[in-house]
């Protein structure tokens, strides 16, 4: 615009000063005026052309005007409007500049309004100088925190420090905010009145123009609700629905620490005639009797935890490691029990146990307890204590069979695909199948995974299965209109081998928007730089991520969240029980919660009946899946 303004100067100038072309530069000096006047909207392109056309049109004139013979009072005159036209145009430009400087600091003061207004109502603000003193917070701050400006303004900001979190996660803040950096993470506060809050929160540097921390902001979310719900999820999840107890989920939490640990499996004998001869709700109650009975005996103990793991089935997982010390506090249980019957509805009811100890590795002392158990029983003994001694030769001869079974069906291609419909439960129309495996034996007879995949896994040829379910299942759908998924372990996604082989695959078949990968055994994660390159792998091709038997097991938010879960498959042990137990209604209604919230679709499997179909869309549960939907077939 000030090119525009000085155009006619140099123009005047270039045709010899006020005495040749005051005439011709009045037009020059009114087109920027008449254009800006012209114009509703003000814009500079317009009175740009405006003032082309007429300078073109002064210079066209000017020979003819140069000509002429000017009196002196008229040449006044023109100089007179010349130079009132180039006051008058400076003075309609400065005036728009400053009505639109105005009109854009009006602008940004209502855009900022709005932005605070916003970030009030939803965020909640804190500023720190350099030693960490609150300088400034918003209405929000002092909503959640309780304290008010007097008591906030000046204070240390570790004033809302809850005590139970590590000292090391604010080592971690200040080293980050320090180097300049913003540091991400949740914080569990405390409020004055010591009630605790939960926030996601970015803490970072304000930088002055020389590059030097002046202060901190603090931006935080709160998340206080969707942790009180995965706390929720996390203790009904961990909690055996009858006795009260923790539950085989628990045990395998608990069992994967660093500790060494000893398991005592308890058995109820013979607890089937129980159930026949009183009922179910009579047996249900000897149950929850017996477990108090077991947990009075086991209280004084130090690190020494009870556990229901189904039916008639209770664990004692200890640090105590004497084999002596065990089998004595298990034989004194014993004569106890003996001694002293429970009392049911006026009923006298004398118990039995058998008892399998384990001293192995952490991640065998259930499967060694329960052949120490089974010993037990086959040998008439109350106790037995676990050696390889008796490691059952009829399982060592078992697992030779099917090692040798495996390797025949990948030989001759008898391994086998099966599909199982999943249902959208908003259109009631089938979306998606699970691809199953199946062996196909010599006879002919179909062979369920529960029987071979588990000695596959220990001799190693379980890669192979992955692989064969892999490229079966691409090449079946590949020409299909319908999504499917394939089963994998996080142990597959590990190995370099298998993880390349389903990355080459969706790379060769070009189907990945099809496609989801269901990951099972999620329950504890390591390596996760290795599994989160793999998921943005796989996502870039369009493939979806499902988390298998969510609810047992995997329970941890956490690894929902870095595991990018498109899907969660709510465990068929909560679903099928979801119509008649008011607790597997309240885990599912929160993991629907929560799923919403983080934008993931449900699935319920292992649904046999119409009414547990119609109770998950009562729940919103998105998709269906199990024998009463569809039973898994070998062709669409």
Request: glycine share 4%.
């Given at each position: 615009m000030i090119l525009m303004l000085l155009l006619p100067f140099l123009m005047m100038w270039s045709l010899g000063g006020f005495e040749n072309s005051s005439n011709t530069m009045i037009w020059a000096f009114l087109a920027p005026i008449m254009a800006l006047l012209y114009t509703e909207k003000k814009e500079p392109f317009y009175w740009l052309i405006a003032f082309l056309l007429l300078l073109s049109l002064s210079v066209a004139l000017e020979p003819i005007l140069a000509k002429r013979t000017i009196a002196y009072t008229l040449k006044e005159f023109l100089f007179l409007i010349n130079t009132s036209a180039v006051l008058s145009g400076i003075y309609v430009l400065l005036k728009y500049f400053i009505n639109q400087t105005k009109t854009d600091v009006n602008n940004n003061v209502s855009f900022l309004q709005s932005y605070k207004?916003?970030?009030?109502?939803?965020?909640?603000?804190?500023?720190?100088?350099?030693?960490?003193?609150?300088?400034?917070?918003?209405?929000?701050?002092?909503?959640?925190?309780?304290?008010?400006?007097?008591?906030?303004?000046?204070?240390?900001?570790?004033?809302?420090?809850?005590?139970?979190?590590?000292?090391?996660?604010?080592?971690?803040?200040?080293?980050?905010?320090?180097?300049?950096?913003?540091?991400?993470?949740?914080?569990?506060?405390?409020?004055?009145?010591?009630?605790?809050?939960?926030?996601?929160?970015?803490?970072?540097?304000?930088?002055?123009?020389?590059?030097?921390?002046?202060?901190?902001?603090?931006?935080?979310?709160?998340?206080?609700?969707?942790?009180?719900?995965?706390?929720?999820?996390?203790?009904?999840?961990?909690?055996?629905?009858?006795?009260?107890?923790?539950?085989?989920?628990?045990?395998?939490?608990?069992k994967n620490e660093n500790v060494q640990h000893s398991l005592v499996l308890i058995n109820i004998d013979k607890f089937s005639q129980i159930n026949n001869l009183y009922g179910e709700v009579f047996g249900d109650k000897v149950l929850i009797k017996f477990s108090e009975f077991l947990l009075g005996a086991i209280e004084q103990r130090e690190s020494c935890d009870l556990y229901r793991l189904g039916g008639d089935e209770f664990v004692v997982?200890?640090?105590?490691?004497?084999?002596?010390?065990?089998?004595?506090?298990?034989?004194?249980?014993?004569?106890?029990?003996?001694?002293?019957?429970?009392?049911?509805?006026?009923?006298?009811?004398?118990?039995?146990?058998?008892?399998?100890?384990?001293?192995?590795?952490?991640?065998?002392?259930?499967?060694?307890?329960?052949?120490?158990?089974?010993?037990?029983?086959?040998?008439?003994?109350?106790?037995?204590?676990?050696?390889?001694?008796?490691?059952?030769?009829?399982?060592?001869?078992?697992?030779?069979?099917?090692?040798?079974?495996?390797?025949?069906?990948?030989?001759?291609?008898?391994?086998?695909?099966?599909?199982?419909?999943?249902?959208?439960?908003?259109?009631?129309?089938?979306?998606k199948y699970e691809t199953l495996i199946r062996l196909l034996d010599e006879q002919g007879n179909i062979v369920p995974p529960q029987k071979f995949l588990e000695i596959a896994k220990k001799s190693k040829l379980y890669k192979d299965l992955t692989k064969i379910v892999i490229n079966k299942s691409f090449e079946y759908f590949k020409d299909k209109e319908?999504?499917?998924?394939?089963?994998?372990?996080?142990?597959?996604?590990?190995?370099?081998?298998?993880?390349?082989?389903?990355?080459?695959?969706?790379?060769?078949?070009?189907?990945?928007?099809?496609?989801?990968?269901?990951?099972?055994?999620?329950?504890?994660?390591?390596?996760f730089d290795v599994i989160e390159k793999f998921i943005n792998n796989v996502k870039s091709y369009g493939a979806k991520i499902s988390i298998d038997d969510f609810g047992t097991g995997y329970s941890n938010f956490e690894?929902?969240?870095?595991?990018?879960?498109?899907?969660?498959?709510?465990?068929?042990?909560?679903?099928?029980?979801?119509?008649?137990?008011?607790?597997?209604?309240?885990?599912?209604?929160?993991?629907?919660?929560?799923?919403?919230?983080?934008?993931?679709?449900?699935?319920?499997?292992?649904?046999?009946?119409?009414?547990?179909?119609?109770?998950?869309?009562?729940?919103?549960?998105?998709?269906?899946?199990?024998?009463?939907?569809?039973?898994?077939?070998?062709?669409l």
């Open positions: 207004t916003t970030i009030d109502t939803n965020l909640i603000v804190t500023k720190t100088d350099l030693e960490g003193n609150i300088t400034f917070a918003n209405e929000n701050f002092y909503k959640i925190s309780q304290y008010n400006a007097n008591e906030a303004l000046g204070a240390k900001h570790n004033i809302v420090r809850h005590p139970e979190t590590d000292p090391s996660v604010y080592k971690e803040i200040w080293d980050t905010v320090l180097d300049k950096r913003t540091w991400h993470g949740q914080l569990k506060n405390q409020a004055k009145d010591g009630s605790t809050y939960w926030v996601e929160t970015a803490i970072s540097p304000i930088l002055d123009k020389d590059d030097n921390i002046v202060e901190f902001i603090a931006i935080r979310y709160d998340i206080t609700e969707i942790i009180q719900k995965q706390e929720t999820l996390t203790r009904l999840l961990y909690t055996d629905t009858l006795t009260g107890l923790k539950n085989r989920k628990a045990l395998f939490r608990d997982l200890s640090e105590e490691r004497d084999p002596v010390t065990i089998q004595n506090n298990m034989a004194n249980l014993i004569k106890y029990l003996h001694d002293r019957p429970i009392t049911i509805d006026g009923q006298d009811i004398s118990l039995s146990i058998s008892v399998g100890i384990s001293l192995e590795e952490n991640k065998s002392l259930l499967e060694s307890s329960s052949m120490a158990l089974k010993s037990a029983k086959r040998n008439s003994k109350h106790i037995v204590l676990y050696s390889e001694a008796i490691s059952l030769n009829q399982e060592y001869e078992n697992n030779l069979k099917w090692v040798k079974e495996i390797k025949d069906a990948i030989k001759h291609d008898r391994v086998i695909l099966y599909y199982q419909a999943i249902k959208d439960n908003k259109t009631n129309t089938i979306f319908f999504y499917f998924s394939v089963n994998i372990t996080i142990e597959d996604i590990l190995d370099p081998d298998i993880n390349a082989f389903i990355i080459n695959s969706l790379q060769k078949y070009g189907i990945g928007e099809k496609v989801s990968f269901e990951i099972v055994e999620t329950e504890s994660i390591e390596k690894y929902l969240m870095r595991l990018q879960a498109d899907y969660i498959k709510i465990d068929g042990s909560i679903i099928k029980n979801i119509v008649h137990d008011k607790k597997s209604a309240l885990i599912t209604s929160i993991i629907v919660s929560f799923a919403k919230e983080m934008n993931i679709k449900t699935i319920g499997e292992f649904v046999e009946n119409e009414d547990i179909d119609n109770k998950l869309k009562e729940l919103g549960v998105d998709k269906s899946q199990g024998y009463f939907i569809e039973k898994p077939k070998e062709k």
